[in-house]
């Protein structure tokens, strides 16, 4: 990507954050209404990942304007009100990662370990060790601060 385009990028970014930021809670924006900022074909596959990915910038520099958007699927985004969005987070950022290291501990107990040399070998238990201490820490700040009642 040379700068001339990353340039554009960052405009399309600044200009579409400086419009959502002036929206009210609650709203829903479409598509189209923020392709108007974007100027992309969203009949290509060039086009929609161009979008996703501006949109996926625009969302990161919403969070510090106070905002959060979540996707409407084939209609466009929502503007989460206030008291949306702690349980969003929680769905999105910590019960989901959560759920992965569960997927990757199935994923590691179940390797083949044969035809792994000593130092593979002690790179897997590393990883095992890793893994359970993550979900050992996510488990317990959950089960202390009882955010899964709050939001399941």
């Given at each position: 990507?040379?700068?001339?385009?990353?340039?554009?990028?960052?405009e399309?970014?600044?200009?579409l954050?400086?419009?959502?930021?002036?929206?009210?809670?609650g709203?829903?924006?479409?598509?189209?209404e923020?392709?108007?900022?974007?100027?992309?074909?969203?009949?290509d596959?060039?086009?929609?990942n161009?979008?996703?990915?501006i949109?996926?910038?625009?969302?990161e520099?919403?969070?510090?304007?106070?905002?959060?958007?979540?996707s409407?699927n084939?209609v466009?985004?929502?503007?989460?009100?206030?008291?949306q969005?702690?349980?969003?987070?929680?769905r999105?950022?910590?019960?989901?990662?959560?759920?992965?290291l569960?997927?990757?501990?199935?994923?590691?107990?179940?390797?083949?370990k044969?035809?792994?040399?000593?130092?593979q070998?002690?790179?897997?238990?590393?990883?095992?060790?890793l893994?359970?201490?993550?979900?050992?820490?996510n488990?317990?700040i959950l089960?202390?601060?009882?955010?899964?009642?709050?939001?399941?």
């Open positions: 990507m040379n700068s001339q385009s990353r340039l554009e990028i960052s399309k970014v600044f200009n954050t400086k419009y959502i930021s002036k929206k009210n809670y709203e829903t924006l479409t598509f189209q923020l392709n108007n900022f974007i100027h992309e074909d969203l009949s596959e060039y086009g929609k161009k979008f996703k990915r949109m996926r910038k625009v969302k520099a919403l969070y510090k304007e106070g905002y959060v958007l979540r409407v084939n466009g985004y929502y503007i989460l009100k206030p008291n969005i702690a349980g969003y987070t929680y999105t950022f910590i019960r989901k990662p959560l759920n992965s569960y997927k990757a501990q199935i994923i590691l107990d179940y390797t083949k044969d035809g792994l040399n000593t130092k070998k002690e790179r897997h238990n590393r990883t095992v060790k893994n359970e201490s993550l979900i050992y820490a488990t317990q089960e202390d601060n009882e955010y899964k009642n709050l939001f399941d």
